[in-house]
């Protein structure tokens, strides 16, 4: 028997290497063929069926539809994300766990502004620094939240993203107030700390390019804003973040898309809020005190 199958997450060579390779594992298997996102498969009915050959594709991490699967545009999938809430509940709990982290957050750093009397020197710099922990943790319980199999070009997407905003956005931050040494080092680290843990879900490749990912975007970060320190910093600073606060809601669009939608082979975790904070609040907490108990830079006054 023949039947033609259709998948939107076959995208490159190495794709068609993992499901070549499921193929040839199972018995029934007669002849397969891959155009774009079709795969035409030959396979004895008395050794397999066709459902079968659909769970092998799904357990490798890839969507698997009887039609063409076509992708909303971003005005379609704007309107659709107002009107059918229900559909995206993950999405919408992301969004107010953001809003309210971000709102504690300026609590808590405000109070310690106030109680070490920086407000003329760090309120803008702290303000930052509430915004990127805000999202950057936002995005990875979007993340954490959805359990399944991914495949090897998205779970590497995930750990190049994740790995380099949170190094460029958190190494700006500590270079424009500890200096480049600082700021590279701790955007270094934490970026490449997030990309591992965030690229490891595809194996290998995952975890070497969130690392590399976070290395980047550690350096960088700090780079450019040391270099902008006396050059227009208080205009460039809205726009640099207003870019990579994009790139971070891109990140969601894109797993929603890429991951979520249609996929039957996905779980759903409840990550509450109480235990998404705590790990913000922490997170918040080292690096207020890297800011505040780490060596300036002399450069940076």
């Known amino acids: 028997m023949k039947t033609k199958l259709y998948s939107p997450d076959i995208e490159c060579d ?31 009915e008395s050794l397999i069926t066709k459902d079968n050959i659909v769970s092998a594709i799904q357990n490798k991490g890839y969507r698997v539809f009887d039609d063409v699967f076509n992708k909303k545009s971003i005005k379609q999938r704007t309107k659709d994300f107002i009107i059918n809430k229900s559909k995206y509940k993950v999405e919408y709990k992301m969004i107010k766990y953001i809003i309210l982290s971000f ?3 300026s609590i808590i750093n405000l109070s310690i502004l106030k109680y070490t009397n920086t407000f003329d020197t760090h309120l803008s710099w702290i303000f930052y620094l509430t915004i990127s922990i805000a999202f950057l943790s936002g995005a990875m319980w979007h993340y954490k939240t959805y359990h399944t199999q991914f495949t090897c070009m998205l779970g590497m997407m995930i750990g190049m993203t994740i790995g380099m905003q949170t ?27 997030v990309g591992v843990y965030t690229g490891n879900c595809c194996g290998i490749m995952g975890v070497i390019e969130g690392l590399m990912a976070g290395i980047m975007g550690g350096t960088m970060g700090a780079m450019i804003t040391v270099m902008m320190f006396y050059d227009n910093i208080y205009i460039f600073m809205p ?14 669009y894109m797993l929603y898309e890429e991951v979520v939608e249609n996929n039957n082979n996905l779980t759903v975790k409840n990550i ?16 207020i005190l890297i800011i505040y108990i780490a060596p300036k830079s002399i450069y940076m006054g």
């Open 14 to 44: 190495s794709c068609i290497k993992v499901l070549t390779r499921a193929f040839n594992n199972l018995q029934g298997i007669e002849n397969f063929h891959f155009n774009k996102n079709e795969i035409e498969v030959e396979f004895d």
């Open 103 to 105: 709102v504690f957050l």
């Open 167 to 193: 190094g460029m956005m958190i190494g700006a931050i500590i270079g424009i107030t500890n200096g480049f040494f600082y700021g590279a080092t701790i955007g270094m680290i934490l970026g490449s700390l």
């Open 239 to 252: 726009i640099y973040f207003i870019l990579n606060l994009i790139i971070l809601i891109g990140f969601s």
């Open 272 to 287: 509450n809020f109480s235990n998404y904070f705590s790990w913000t609040l922490a997170l918040n907490i080292i690096l």
